[in-house]
């Protein structure tokens, strides 16, 4: 469970959000969408900690965030989990290992690790790749050892910051359903993307962020007031992905 | 904790075999320095070994006796100088002791005295002082008595030498310290290099939730292995060329300077301790100072 309250971040002169209150339930499946600069990675960098907001509260999972100690963030964001467009997987360590690394970060003995690993590569749908490296992997495939990766430490709540961005329109709707699927065990998901199609096919809650504040929050569809930058959404032609993203 | 510990010694073993370019290159920096280092430390000891021996010897204030003055005048005039504040011990020396002792002294030349027809050298009183000052006193009180020859003693030559070998000791310090601060910054370099190609994964662990120290032990007991692989190194190379160099001239220098030189075993033993303390500090400076940046958020 996320909370903001009153959140306001200024970097510099330039806004990043302003006055921001918004509640995301535990289990909710939400979307963060808006244009390059609206806020939504500061958004996503208040949530871990990675920079501090200028005044509000943020809460999640019942722990104020704003005034942790810098001891305590790794204790938070071992409750997160993250996936990133562009996988940022480890290219000399295995399948295997890239999941395995967060294991061990968390001072998981080895014979659990052997034991879990196997389970959460079977549960993305890659349980016959974990002796593989990364590059020999498709993009999809890579993306679901980054979503493994992510799930491993059993997170309250899995940030997918433009999970299908590098994605072709087929795969990413597999990465949709997984995600999904992750979403039905109780993991609270909060979604950046940029993808109209995915955001429309879905059907869940919206959060626009423009200029630093929530313009829009509710369920349903991607919304024509973010038509005005065509470059970043995939348009979306009779069920079919005609394009993949920029 | 075990667990992390294990990992980290693990991670470290990796790293330095992984990036071996790198690691030799902070190993050789490192050895470089210690061997300089070590090189001032040999001298500064030795420096140090001479000016105490010859300071001892030049605590002495030496009076000497005329030929005629008796045995129970001489033990008068010695309780003169017992009385002195600062004077530590007084002591009769009578001619044929003081043969012998120039015999001991020469060691194996000490034969060539025996040609001497008869003994050259007067009796004479020791007085050995407890501080250098008291030693003014000593010699203005011989002054006002009969009966002495000659009063020796070599205050300046020893506030010269010590003026000396405090110069040397401080330059050699300040000396130290500058390579060591090299040092520092050529490791925190090369490791901030593996730091950096290992960026990725550094960003990745902290989003998963690795705590700072978890993230920054690998690279610390690669800074340590790198400054005891160094140390060793070094050790050897000095505590070889050393042995090699007492051997070769070791006993000519005892004989010119009349002091001996620090032994080999001695030097090696401290020099172990003092580069192993070194390097380590220096290895594990060196990776701290390069984490720093990597690890602020």
């Given at each position: 469970m996320i909370i903001f309250d009153k959140v306001t971040k200024y970097y510099k002169k330039n806004v990043g959000l302003e006055n921001v209150s918004v509640t995301i339930d535990k289990g909710d499946f939400v979307f963060l969408v808006g244009s390059s600069g609206a806020g939504k990675s500061t958004f996503i960098k208040l949530i871990l900690k990675e920079i501090e907001a200028d005044s509000g509260s943020i809460r999640v999972n019942d722990t104020e965030v704003t005034t942790l100690s810098n001891r305590e963030i790794p204790i938070l964001r071992r409750s997160i989990g993250i996936v990133f467009q562009d996988f940022r997987l480890l290219p000399k360590k295995t399948v295997a290992e890239n999941v395995g690394f967060s294991m061990e970060i968390i001072h998981k003995s080895q014979r659990t690790i052997k034991r879990q690993v196997p389970q959460i590569l079977s549960l993305v749908g890659i349980g016959n790749k974990g002796n593989k490296y990364p590059d020999e992997l498709s993009a999809g495939e890579q993306q679901r050892v980054a979503i493994a990766r992510a799930i491993v430490n059993n997170p309250t709540v899995l940030i997918a910051d433009?999970?299908?961005?590098?994605?072709d329109p087929e795969t990413s709707w597999e990465i949709m359903k997984l995600l999904e699927q992750i979403n039905l065990r109780g993991t609270t998901i909060v979604m950046v993307t940029h993808a109209k199609d995915i955001v429309d096919r879905m059907n869940k809650r919206v959060i626009v962020i423009d200029k630093g504040k929530i313009v829009r929050d509710n369920?349903?569809?991607?919304?024509?007031?973010?038509?005005?930058e065509p470059c970043l959404v995939t348009p979306f032609e009779g069920g079919v992905f005609s394009k993949d993203v920029e | 904790m075990l667990n992390s510990i294990i990992y980290s010694i693990k991670q470290a073993f990796i790293q330095v075999f992984r990036n071996r370019a790198m690691s030799l290159a902070s190993i050789f920096s490192i050895t470089a320095m210690l061997l300089i280092l070590g090189l001032f430390f040999i001298a500064v000891v030795n420096i140090n070994m001479a000016t105490e021996a010859s300071k001892r010897d030049y605590e002495t204030v030496q009076i000497y006796l005329l030929d005629e003055t008796t045995f129970v005048d001489a033990q008068l005039i010695k309780e003169k100088f017992d009385g002195l504040e600062g004077v530590a011990n007084t002591e009769y020396l009578n001619k044929d002791a003081a043969l012998a002792q120039w015999k001991s002294k020469w060691g194996?030349?000490?034969?060539?005295?025996?040609?001497?027809?008869?003994?050259p050298l007067p009796n004479s009183i020791l007085v050995t002082v407890s501080e250098l000052e008291a030693a003014d006193k000593v010699v203005q009180t011989a002054k006002t008595i009969?009966?002495?020859?000659d009063i020796k003693y070599y205050k300046d030559t020893v506030e010269k030498l010590l003026k000396i070998t405090n110069f040397i000791q401080i330059s050699a310090l300040i000396i130290m310290s500058f390579l060591i601060i090299v040092s520092v910054v050529v490791v925190s370099n090369t490791i901030k290099l593996t730091v950096l190609a290992r960026s990725r994964e550094i960003h990745m662990m902290k989003y998963v939730g690795a705590t700072n120290w978890f993230i920054r032990g690998p690279f610390l007991v690669e800074g340590v292995l790198i400054g005891i692989i160094s140390a060793l190194i070094s050790v050897g190379l000095i505590a070889f060329s050393y042995s090699k160099i007492s051997e070769l001239i070791g006993q000519d220098i005892f004989i010119i300077l009349s002091t001996p030189i620090v032994s080999v075993s001695f030097m090696t033993m401290n020099l172990v301790i003092i580069f192993l303390a070194v390097g380590v500090s220096i290895g594990a400076c060196g990776s701290i100072i390069s984490m720093r940046r990597f690890l602020d958020t």
């Open positions: 433009e999970p299908t961005g590098n994605l369920v349903g569809a991607y919304g024509a007031e973010l038509y005005e | 194996e030349s000490g034969y060539l005295l025996d040609s001497l027809s008869n003994n009969n009966g002495i020859e």
